[in-house]
């Protein structure tokens, strides 16, 4: 097999497209460096089919594809995956046909997209790649203008856009991020999915138009938003109010513990001109207790049993309150009487910048309070279900040693008592049923259960395994589980009532996650 023919199958051509030339020729940019250089051509004769620019085929009245030879060629370059460690082009002279009219448009070649320099096979290992890595490192990697994978990137994009449908969203996650200083970029995430839908540049009003606008172009109702949850930037508030009449807005709680993380950050850089203990002290006060290290906790103790009256101690213990009412209160009405006492707290603690975090709550108290009656955050999903059906599900059950007077299936497998044969082995073909459940109540309480059902069309077994886990300190938890099970499709009177099985357990338990 000489260099052309291995080539032609490597690429996957098909007639009337070949290889015809192979070769290896230093690189532009480093001649100490090869690259390889692959030409293809057609079979003299060949004819073409022609897609227009809406994709559809040059066809005659009745419907069939017209094909025409080449009329002349064009010459082009394109940027291929790369063989064995040598970066690869792809050349070829592209034919191009008359159109009657006195047209010749060039015909598509079938490993690339129009205009783009590149081949499919180039652009689907760049968009699988910058999945995974920042694109300026993917540039790298293959030796690329980052700039030019953005370009790939942005059609891809774009054509994957073109088939979102947004007719069922019903809440809508506002949120800015910057990049270098004061560039923001402004997200809309769909809350029900936790999927990024929009992003623009900019923070104010107008990014919720630039929205709406692109919503309604993927079949989005406005006036289905029941839910919008956002800071409290006075420019998303209006954008809001202008565009979804019949939404209720919800301040994210992580903003608003944001602002009171700044809050006493103040308070710590002012008290710490006069006290010294206080320097490099920032996180101590900015993270909860449980997130602190064991060090970073004595040392925290270790400042408020020797220095006396520390106000950045009270405006910790403020910032603590606000984080036990998002934790701890069920309801609006519960979150609104301790929010009061909080902000009297506030108003009289003499700390100006606890203050003016009491008057930023205050100007944004009905958004805050909407929370608590419909629990959505920015924040990661707290709730996963997942339901499998499988239509054909074998089960196959095996006991090395089975002695006694047992009724488990004699009439199945290999037991046979008489014999000496103790051994139980059970199968059969059937169908099954899944249902995977987990619910985070909050940082310390969360529900998991799964529900099996399986029969083999004689009997039915069904197992529910319930486990309630308490988290009581960073490490420790308290796991409390209940486990129903009943199961008729081993053989006769063997599980014939419903069994349980129940287990509490205190322990250390660490979760790892990516």
Same mark, same amino acid.
């Given at each position: 097999?000489?260099?052309?023919?291995?080539?032609?199958?490597?690429?996957?051509?098909?007639?009337?497209?070949?290889?015809?030339?192979?070769?290896?020729?230093?690189?532009?940019?480093?001649?100490?460096?090869?690259?390889?250089?692959?030409?293809?051509?057609?079979?003299?004769?060949?004819?073409?089919?022609?897609?227009?620019?809406?994709?559809?085929?040059?066809?005659?009245?009745?419907?069939?594809?017209?094909?025409?030879?080449?009329?002349?060629?064009?010459?082009?370059?394109?940027?291929?995956?790369?063989?064995?460690?040598?970066?690869?082009?792809?050349?070829?002279?592209?034919?191009?046909?008359?159109?009657?009219?006195?047209?010749?448009?060039?015909?598509?070649?079938?490993?690339?997209?129009?205009?783009?320099?590149?081949?499919?096979?180039?652009?689907?290992?760049?968009?699988?790649?910058?999945?995974?890595?920042?694109?300026?490192?993917?540039?790298?990697?293959?030796?690329?203008?980052?700039?030019?994978?953005?370009?790939?990137?942005?059609?891809?994009?774009?054509?994957?856009?073109?088939?979102?449908?947004?007719?069922?969203?019903?809440?809508?996650?506002?949120?800015?991020?910057?990049?270098?200083?004061?560039?923001?970029?402004?997200?809309?995430?769909?809350?029900?999915?936790?999927?990024?839908?929009?992003?623009?540049?900019?923070?104010?009003?107008?990014?919720?138009?630039?929205?709406?606008?692109?919503?309604?172009?993927?079949?989005?109702?406005?006036?289905?938003?029941?839910?919008?949850?956002?800071?409290?930037?006075?420019?998303?508030?209006?954008?809001?109010?202008?565009?979804?009449?019949?939404?209720?807005?919800?301040?994210?709680?992580? +903003?608003?513990?944001?602002?009171? /993380?700044?809050?006493?950050? *103040?308070?710590?850089?002012? #008290?710490? $001109?006069? @006290?010294? &203990?206080?320097?490099?002290?920032?996180?101590?006060?900015?993270?909860?207790?449980?997130?602190?290290?064991?060090?970073?906790?004595?040392?925290?103790?270790?400042?408020?049993?020797?220095?006396?009256?520390?106000?950045?101690?009270?405006?910790?213990?403020?910032?603590?309150?606000?984080?036990?009412?998002?934790?701890?209160?069920?309801?609006?009405?519960?979150?609104?009487?301790?929010?009061?006492?909080?902000?009297?707290?506030?108003?009289?603690?003499?700390?100006?910048?606890?203050?003016?975090?009491?008057?930023?709550?205050?100007? +944004?108290?009905?958004?805050?309070? /909407?929370?608590?009656?419909? *629990?959505?955050?920015?924040? #990661?999903? $707290?709730? @996963?279900? &997942?339901?499998?059906?499988?239509?054909?599900?074998?089960?196959?059950?095996?006991?090395?040693?089975?002695?006694?007077?047992?009724?488990?299936?004699?009439?199945?497998?290999?037991?046979?008592?008489?014999?000496?044969?103790?051994?139980?082995?059970?199968?059969?073909?059937?169908?099954?049923?899944?249902?995977?459940?987990?619910?985070?109540?909050?940082?310390?309480?969360?529900?998991?259960?799964?529900?099996?059902?399986?029969?083999?069309?004689?009997?039915?077994?069904?197992?529910?395994?319930?486990?309630?886990?308490?988290?009581?300190?960073?490490?420790?938890?308290?796991?409390?589980?209940?486990?129903?099970?009943?199961?008729?499709?081993?053989?006769?009177?063997?599980?014939?009532?419903?069994?349980?099985?129940?287990?509490?357990?205190?322990?250390?338990?660490?979760?790892?996650?990516?």
């Amino acid at each position: 097999m000489d260099n052309t023919t291995l080539f032609t199958a490597a690429l996957q051509l098909e007639s009337p497209w070949q290889v015809t030339n192979v070769e290896f020729l230093p690189d532009e940019d480093n001649e100490k460096k090869m690259t390889l250089h692959i030409t293809i051509g057609f079979e003299k004769g060949a004819k073409f089919i022609f897609y227009n620019e809406d994709g559809s085929v040059w066809s005659d009245e009745a419907g069939n594809p017209i094909e025409k030879t080449a009329h002349d060629t064009v010459e082009r370059t394109w940027r291929h995956l790369n063989f064995f460690q040598y970066k690869t082009y792809i050349h070829a002279k592209m034919p191009k046909v008359s159109d009657g009219e006195g047209h010749c448009p060039t015909v598509q070649a079938p490993w690339a997209r129009k205009n783009s320099g590149f081949t499919l096979l180039f652009e689907a290992w760049v968009m699988e790649f910058t999945k995974h890595m920042p694109v300026a490192a993917v540039a790298r990697l293959i030796d690329i203008n980052d700039k030019r994978l953005w370009r790939i990137i942005d059609h891809y994009v774009r054509e994957a856009r073109k088939l979102e449908n947004y007719s069922e969203v019903s809440g809508i996650g506002i949120d800015e991020t910057s990049r270098k200083g004061h560039n923001y970029i402004t997200v809309m995430v769909d809350l029900a999915e936790r999927k990024v839908i929009y992003a623009t540049e900019g923070k104010d009003h107008t990014t919720v138009d630039q929205f709406v606008a692109d919503f309604k172009e993927h079949k989005g109702n406005p006036d289905n938003i029941q839910i919008v949850t956002c800071d409290m930037s006075l420019g998303f508030r209006k954008g809001v109010n202008d565009n979804f009449p019949n939404s209720n807005t919800i301040i994210d709680k992580f +903003h608003v513990i944001k602002h009171a /993380n700044e809050a006493v950050d *103040k308070v710590r850089k002012v #008290e710490s $001109k006069t @006290d010294e &203990s206080l320097k490099k002290t920032k996180y101590l006060w900015l993270k909860n207790d449980d997130n602190l290290t064991d060090k970073q906790r004595e040392w925290k103790k270790s400042l408020l049993k020797t220095t006396k009256h520390l106000k950045t101690a009270r405006a910790y213990a403020m910032r603590v309150e606000l984080q036990d009412i998002y934790d701890q209160c069920e309801d609006r009405e519960s979150a609104d009487a301790r929010l009061k006492k909080l902000c009297i707290w506030m108003m009289h603690s003499r700390l100006e910048q606890m203050k003016d975090l009491c008057r930023l709550i205050r100007d +944004h108290w009905a958004e805050i309070l /909407n929370y608590f009656d419909y *629990k959505y955050t920015n924040a #990661e999903k $707290k709730l @996963d279900l &997942s339901v499998m059906i499988a239509p054909y599900a074998f089960k196959l059950i095996y006991v090395d040693d089975v002695r006694g007077d047992y009724a488990i299936s004699k009439h199945v497998g290999i037991y046979d008592e008489a014999l000496g044969i103790t051994q139980l082995k059970t199968y059969a073909l059937g169908s099954s049923f899944k249902v995977n459940y987990r619910q985070e109540f909050n940082e310390h309480i969360t529900l998991s259960s799964v529900l099996s059902f399986y029969t083999d069309y004689k009997g039915i077994e069904v197992d529910w395994e319930i486990v309630g886990d308490f988290k009581l300190y960073k490490w420790l938890t308290a796991r409390v589980s209940l486990n129903p099970r009943y199961d008729t499709t081993v053989g006769e009177g063997w599980n014939e009532k419903i069994q349980f099985k129940e287990f509490v357990s205190l322990g250390l338990a660490y979760r790892f996650e990516k």
